[in-house]
């Protein structure tokens, strides 16, 4: 505060700061002008997507701290993943609008959007989904800006998930159901990123039909052990690797990781297309 104040006693002698007259202001019209430059200059304005993104990574740290709020955290979570992750990847979305854009849908998205400000019930998703879609899909038409929107969107959804990840009790948070989907829906990601942190989402239910197996499908989503492991990690009845008991619980994960792996090598730019 002090080498600010000293620096601008430096800039301004004749009473003026950032070139305004405070010489009467006063102190409410000196706080005034400093307000006015810090949301008026380009070096104060705030990133809030990013600071969004570091406060999600800073809760990974102290999730035992954060876990009691998930009244708080899942609605956000989930809001996320329909207004803002599900228009920037249509690989993954439920649905995608493909009406016109003109002046009138582009209102009623802006309309739709501050009502989902406003509100923070689930119920009202499925609908401000469909809105939000309406608002702002041209700029992901665009191949370029497609593949970097996508790359953004899914590594703030990886922080998102890597905090639900690390609670101790995932059958207690608030709206688990539609949790729990989520995660078993985005196993089949063809982001290997996504489905690590999805698997590890799944994993914290420390369900003992699929805990036992945790090294073996975490070697499944790792390019150097793929190959020996889905050799060596065999799912027959015959074999003993897998217990009679288990299966109908690990077998839909296990084929939601393999579909996922699928879906990464195949392309217009890979070998794997004409053969998947």
């Known amino acids: 505060k002090e080498l600010q104040e000293e620096e601008l006693n430096e800039e301004a002698p004749n009473s003026q700061i950032h070139g305004i007259d405070v010489s009467n202001a006063g102190d409410v019209g000196i706080l005034y002008v400093d307000m006015l430059k810090c949301k008026t200059d380009l070096n104060y304005?705030?990133?809030?997507?990013?600071?969004?993104?570091?406060?999600?990574?800073?809760?990974?740290?102290?999730?035992?701290?954060v876990e009691p709020r998930s009244r708080e955290l899942s609605p956000l979570l989930?809001?996320?993943?329909?207004?803002?992750?599900?228009?920037a990847d249509f690989l993954v979305a439920p649905s995608q609008d493909l009406r016109k854009k003109g002046k009138d849908n582009a209102k009623s998205g802006v309309e739709a959007k501050s009502g989902a400000e406003e509100s923070v019930t689930l119920e009202e998703d499925a609908v401000m989904e469909e809105e939000d879609n309406a608002e702002s899909d041209e700029p992901y038409n665009t191949g370029l800006q497609t593949k970097k929107t996508r790359r953004a969107a899914s590594k703030q959804l990886i922080e998102h998930l890597k905090v639900?990840?690390?609670?101790?009790?995932?059958?207690?948070?608030?709206?688990?159901?539609?949790?729990?989907?989520?995660?078993?829906?985005?196993?089949?990601?063809?982001?290997?990123?996504?489905?690590?942190?999805?698997?590890?989402?799944?994993l914290s239910y420390k369900h003992p039909h699929i805990l036992p197996y945790k090294e073996n499908l975490q070697r499944?989503?790792?390019d150097k052990s793929f190959k020996e492991e889905i050799v060596n990690f065999s799912?027959?009845?015959e074999n003993a690797i897998v217990k009679p008991m288990h299966r109908s619980?690990?077998?839909p994960v296990l084929l939601r990781i393999l579909?996922?792996?699928?879906?990464?090598?195949?392309?217009?730019?890979?070998?794997?297309?004409?053969?998947?």
């Open 45 to 65: 304005r705030t990133d809030y997507t990013n600071f969004r993104f570091l406060l999600w990574k800073a809760m990974s740290l102290f999730p035992d701290r």
């Open 78 to 87: 989930l809001r996320f993943i329909s207004n803002e992750y599900y228009p």
């Open 164 to 202: 639900f990840s690390k609670f101790s009790n995932p059958r207690a948070l608030f709206l688990e159901p539609k949790l729990h989907d989520l995660y078993t829906q985005l196993l089949c990601h063809q982001d290997q990123n996504v489905q690590k942190v999805a698997l590890d989402c799944v």
């Open 220 to 222: 499944l989503l790792e």
């Open 235 to 237: 799912i027959s009845e």
């Open 249 to 251: 619980d690990l077998i």
């Open 259 to 276: 579909y996922g792996r699928m879906r990464s090598k195949t392309g217009s730019k890979t070998q794997g297309r004409s053969a998947a």
